[in-house]
């Protein structure tokens, strides 16, 4: 380290950065040694053990809600990425008047409070007659996933030589054509990456999902936040663990998918 | 050869985007491009030759006029439903697909047999000399590779006319100057019709049967290359091509079938009359090395030798005319070897024969 960025020249970088990744990662270091504590109290360590895991994957409810999480979180990753996906197509298509509101309106959901597309979204639900279940829950994610998955698609084509399309038509294809072997192959890294990360924001939503699941339809966080409210387990530990380890394991695919063939 | 075989481009415009933003790229362009010709388009920068392609090809509509490929309208034709191709400048390569499949695109759009495709594109490896990289990807190939494959992936179609948008302008001089003998060959043996976009004039020159010269949205001038620089109709023809001396001049008396031309004080230059010949102000333009250098005394614009250049085979003359009648560079062959036969501030007479002067109306 200190070779190549100048940036560790500069006096006082090295404790700042170590206090900084200390103040993000420390709680969740300490969560992931709890998750292994062999005692009930989740708070006090004595020895080493992996019980707790075996105990959440044996509860049925966590079991419950964890299918539900996954069942949500793949079916609006789906329908959020194909429609991120013609939003980027169409968005970069040609210019046209409004083209910016139109950006700006689809990264929105990103700057909204949560809260507040929570209780609309709530409302809106109440107000057409719609049963609060997994239906809404989907319904509500599908929507805050699209501009996540949007992003990384966007940049993808924003990449791409304008002419490769137009080559394509030149070489006989038609819209579709041109759609399925020349600019599909060369945007799907970029689609992955957005279905992954939109995959891992719909998993990891607690506020808008406690507002519009319905009694059924408990996600995991939801849950987790259940039985926090009783009390610091150390089920709630490993729970959390087990997480993190999906969540890294997609950003991390993510990132490395997004990288390809750049 | 019918009347109709051909590109016709019959009173095209085209204008890009509205009120203060408004470019007219193209005004009312009209132009023949015969079959089997290789035909170039030049002009500077910005003046509308891209524009002009891309509507043959389809990627831009017209805002007026038609486009007829043997004599039937494609203007309202989809790009994918033109029998014409295109080699584009940045080469748009599919860069997912090898050398072999990047070939054999157009050939599969067209649904043509798997064996047939095959030997079209084993054919075309060896008319553009790439054998053997067919498993390649275009970004594990050269500048010059990449732009053999661009031309193999458009001819493999046959099509009627094949687009060049600056194809060279990306490769270094040597190899571009292989490319231009390369391209010639290329569309001698297919006998299909090239049009070319270059604003290099030499290229356009030693490349070309015919070429028009844009500038502005604009047609000037179509003719061959000889044509082009013998007789430049306009100014910026004239100025653009080659290198030229530019007089201005008025009109004096008619002389036979010639007419005296007054430059300033008593300097005056018989031309070759024209059918109707410009009268008023107009501008003389002469090669430089179609005038000659004599001894001061003999008739011609009288002058003072201001610079000499040695530049091998020819040496440059710069002579400042008398009676302020401007600057005039004459290119003079040095058949007797290095030993010019002026110096620096001699008096000399520029010597022009009425036929090396063309006439330009201002
Ligand atoms: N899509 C477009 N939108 C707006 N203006 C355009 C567009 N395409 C071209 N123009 C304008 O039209 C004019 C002609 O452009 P064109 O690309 O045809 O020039 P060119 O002769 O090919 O120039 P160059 O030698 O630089 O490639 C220019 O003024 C250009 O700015
Ligand atoms: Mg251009």
């Known amino acids: ?262 | 050869m019918s009347e109709s075989s051909g590109i016709a481009v019959r009173g095209i415009s085209k204008t890009f985007g509205s009120g203060a933003d408004r470019v007219q790229a193209l005004d009312n362009v009209s132009l023949d491009i015969r079959e089997n010709e290789f035909f170039t388009l030049l002009g500077p920068s910005g003046c509308g030759k891209t524009t002009l392609l891309r509507l043959i090809a389809g990627f831009e509509q017209p805002s007026a006029g038609d486009i007829l490929l043997d004599g039937v309208s494609i203007a309202h034709l989809p790009p994918f439903q033109r029998p014409v191709n295109t080699v584009f400048q940045s080469y748009a390569l599919f860069p997912h697909m090898t050398v072999a499949q990047n070939i054999a695109f157009g050939l599969e759009m067209q649904g043509m047999a798997r064996r047939q495709v095959d030997e079209r594109v084993a054919e075309m490896m060896t008319l553009v000399q790439l054998g053997g990289l067919e498993a390649r990807r275009p970004a594990q190939l050269s500048g010059g590779q990449q732009q053999r494959v661009a031309l193999a992936r458009a001819l493999a179609n046959h099509p009627k006319v094949l687009l060049l948008d600056e194809p060279l302008s990306a490769l270094d001089l040597k190899l571009r100057k292989e490319m231009q003998i390369e391209l010639k060959r290329l569309q001698l043996e297919s006998g299909i019709t090239f049009v070319f976009v270059t604003h290099d004039q030499e290229e356009a020159l030693t490349m070309s049967d015919r070429l028009a010269v844009m500038s502005d949205g604009h047609i000037l001038q179509i003719g061959a290359p000889a044509e082009i620089y013998e007789h430049p109709r306009h100014r910026f023809v004239a100025d653009f091509i080659g290198e030229i001396n530019l007089l201005d001049a008025t009109a004096a008396e008619p002389n036979g079938n010639r007419v005296r031309y007054r430059l300033g004080g008593s300097q005056t230059l018989l031309a070759e009359a024209a059918d109707a010949p410009p009268a008023g102000r107009v501008s003389l333009a002469i090669r430089p090395e179609r005038a000659s250098l004599e001894p001061a005394g003999e008739e011609g614009l009288a002058g003072a030798v201001e610079s000499i250049v040695y530049i091998g085979a020819d040496t440059v003359y710069r002579v400042a005319l008398a009676d302020g009648a401007g600057n005039f560079i004459v290119r003079v062959q040095n058949r007797a070897g290095a030993r010019g036969a002026f110096a620096i501030g001699d008096a000399v007479a520029v010597v022009v024969p009425p036929e090396a002067i063309q006439v330009l109306s201002d």
């Open chain 1, 1 to 262: 380290m200190g070779g190549g960025n100048p940036l560790w020249r500069f006096v006082g970088v090295r404790p700042t950065a170590l206090f900084f990744f200390v103040y993000l990662y420390l709680p969740i270091i300490v969560l992931l040694v709890l998750s292994f504590n062999e005692n009930r109290t989740a708070t006090i360590w004595t020895t080493f053990s992996t019980q707790w895991y075996a105990v959440v994957l044996d509860n049925d409810n966590i079991m419950r809600a964890a299918r539900n999480s996954v069942i949500v979180a793949t079916s609006a990753t789906i329908i959020a990425t194909i429609l991120a996906t013609l939003a980027a197509l169409g968005m970069a298509r040609a210019r046209f008047r409004g083209q910016d509101a139109i950006s700006a309106t689809i990264a929105m959901p990103l700057v909204v409070p949560e809260i507040v597309t929570a209780v609309a979204t709530l409302l809106f639900f109440v107000l057409i007659g719609l049963k609060l279940g997994l239906l809404t829950v989907f319904l509500a994610h599908t929507v805050f996933c699209i501009p996540f998955a949007y992003l990384p698609i966007r940049a993808r084509l924003e990449g791409m030589d304008p002419a490769l399309p137009e080559a394509a038509a030149d070489l006989y294809a038609n819209e579709w054509q041109a759609f399925r072997r020349v600019i599909l192959p060369l945007l799907w890294p970029g689609v992955a990456s957005g279905a992954m990360l939109a995959f891992i924001i719909s998993l990891d939503d607690f506020v808008i999902t406690y507002f519009v699941a319905g009694a059924g339809a408990t996600t995991l966080p939801v849950y987790i936040f259940g039985m926090i409210r009783i009390g610091i387990t150390p089920e709630v530990n490993a729970i959390s663990a087990l997480m993190l380890l999906v969540s890294i394991l997609f950003v991390s695919l993510s990132y490395l998918v997004g990288r390809l063939r750049r």
